[in-house]
């Protein structure tokens, strides 16, 4: 039996290949890999569809997930780096050497890498709640719940430390969330800044 066939793209009784095509004949031809023709996937229908009144972007509920696990993660990472130059530190001051010295670096890094990912994965829980009550007590998301939710946050986080440390903190994150905000708008992000601007 003859393997020709092999050598030949398939057609499905559609020529692929015509003697002298034009230049818009050219680009509308087959694939000639999968051999379909591209003019089928280009459409003016949406990619997505979402339920009519939907949001078309994730809300603070979606994104809370994302948000607790790369907390999480950048604190692990962060503390493990900071706990492997601390236990290069002292096992150098009390000249350990050999496998009690690789025991001593291992621990400082799992312990303090372990409580730097327990401090921010708590901050990220606490944030993300705070910011879906108040999506659902407002019932808009916007840079009000951002800069409140920071402000919660850090006043709940040092609450049993005392008043002062408390609103210390509060302040800590309503500096930190109004600093985010400022940042997306800069970037363009804000829907409401930017319909602001359109009557200035």
Not at 14 to 34: D, F, G, I, M, W
Not at 43 to 60: H, L, N, V
Not at 106 to 116: C, E, F, I, P, R
Request: a positive charge; aromatic letters at 10%; proline letters at 4%.
């Amino acid at each position: 039996m003859s393997d020709d066939y092999l050598s030949k793209p398939l057609s499905f009784g559609v020529p692929t290949e015509s003697p002298t095509p034009s230049r818009k004949q050219a680009t509308q031809s087959l694939s000639p890999y999968l051999n379909y023709d591209p003019r089928f996937l280009q459409s003016a229908q949406p990619e997505f569809i979402f339920p009519e009144g939907a949001s078309k972007q994730r809300g603070r509920f979606e994104l809370a997930f994302s948000q607790i696990g790369s907390s999480v993660m950048t604190g692990a990472a962060v503390g493990g780096v900071a706990g492997l130059y601390n236990g290069i530190k002292a096992t150098n001051l009390a000249n350990q050497t050999g496998k009690l010295r690789r025991t001593q670096l291992l621990n400082h890094v799992m312990k303090q890498g372990s409580a730097t990912a327990n401090t921010l994965g708590t901050i990220a829980v606490m944030y993300s709640g705070f910011g879906v009550l108040l999506q659902w007590a407002r019932g808009e998301d916007d840079e009000i719940n951002t800069v409140l939710a920071g402000a919660g946050t850090g006043l709940l986080y040092k609450s049993t430390a005392g008043l002062r440390k408390c609103a210390i903190g509060g302040g800590v994150g309503f500096t930190l969330a109004a600093l985010y905000c400022l940042w997306g708008i800069s970037r363009g992000k804000s829907s409401k800044f930017s319909d602001f601007k359109q009557y200035m």
